[in-house]
């Protein structure tokens, strides 16, 4: 889930501190050496084996080495909402074992059993039938709206509460993101972001705790069954609509020309949004609103890393396929307000 590394001396003492933190819960274990799991940009993340314990296996978020835990490296924020998230029927996360503030701020947790796939991005390399993709998507579902029901923010070590970010709040903070892209590849990205300002839906639902990247991408699977909702980095405090349309953009193929595929059984987003809500989820209006929001969204955030790879900041040449998504993702954003 990451492709950074510490530096060899916070390895070994990363290692020892993890370990004396196993060894408070069970004084025989042994932890094997830390390896760099890969496969995505969330941080520091590793993975060890376990000897001598009920567990074969434990996953370590770490702050990298030099940087302030703070963001989305602030792992010991997402052990509380682990932790807080874990009692709430119907949602299932990672246990957290132990955290540590030396020599890095870190997390250990049991590792979800099981793959992780974006069934529309990932479809050119992992085939998943169709009954098992819309199983998955319906489950995701149901998960979505059980935390949105049931959990309840942790408060933060100061003993206050959690903020709450409203919608404006949450159109500024990706239209920061928006404005660090070139104008020239997020073409209509500024008429769209006006669009979502004009006609931002009023904060009367009340807010809600929201995993921020919330897409089948981020649940782990054992076959049909979840295992983990992993990858906590920016939960927060907001209206429900923001994970709802941001994790119904992940399953729409149409949305990705040239990067994504149709996946046979995927069930429509009006399907999941009808299963949301006979599950329980949170009633709202102005669904698409929140859908071309998480539009913009996606758009945004490629725009941005395009723009970094064209100038060598993060070279990538899979970037390059990305201008006809952000299209798409820009006209379809402004097709859901009527612009």
Avoid at 144 to 168: K, N
Wanted: include cysteine.
């Amino acid at each position: 889930m990451t492709d950074l590394v510490t530096d060899p001396m916070t390895d070994k003492a990363l290692h020892d501190a993890v370990q004396s933190a196993l060894r408070r819960r069970w004084p025989d274990s042994r932890l094997g050496s830390l390896e760099t799991m890969h496969g995505g940009r969330s941080g520091v993340t590793l993975m060890a084996q376990v000897s001598d314990a009920p567990l074969g296996e434990v996953v370590v978020k770490a702050a990298p080495s030099g940087r302030a835990p703070v963001g989305r490296h602030d792992v010991l924020r997402q052990a509380r909402v682990l932790m807080a998230v874990a009692r709430v029927p119907g949602v299932v996360v990672p246990h957290v074992l132990a955290t540590g503030t030396e020599p890095v701020a870190f997390t250990v947790m049991t590792r979800a059993l099981g793959d992780v796939v974006e069934p529309v991005l990932d479809a050119a390399e992992i085939h998943l039938p169709a009954e098992l993709a819309r199983s998955r998507a319906q489950a995701a579902a149901r998960m979505l709206a059980a935390l949105h029901r049931g959990a309840q923010p942790p408060a933060r070590p100061d003993a206050t509460e959690e903020p709450v970010a409203d919608l404006a709040a949450e159109v500024r903070r990706w239209r920061a993101t928006a404005d660090a892209a070139d104008p020239a590849i997020l073409r209509g990205g500024v008429r769209l972001v006006q669009l979502l300002e004009k006609n931002r839906p009023p904060d009367d639902v009340p807010p809600v705790l929201v995993h921020g990247d919330y897409r089948l991408g981020n649940v782990v699977f054992a076959g049909e069954r979840p295992t983990g909702l992993i990858d906590w980095e920016i939960w927060g405090r907001t209206h429900p609509g923001v994970d709802l349309g941001w994790f119904l953009v992940f399953c729409d193929a149409e949305l990705f020309p040239g990067i994504g595929t149709p996946v046979a059984g995927l069930p429509s987003s009006d399907e999941l949004l009808d299963l949301y809500w006979s599950s329980g989820g949170c009633r709202f209006a102005d669904v698409e609103w929140f859908e071309a929001f998480g539009r913009f969204k996606m758009a945004a955030i490629m725009a941005h890393n395009l723009r970094r790879h064209r100038e060598g900041r993060h070279v990538d040449p899979f970037q390059e396929k990305l201008p006809p998504t952000i299209e798409r993702l820009v006209a379809t954003g402004l097709e859901k307000l009527g612009g």
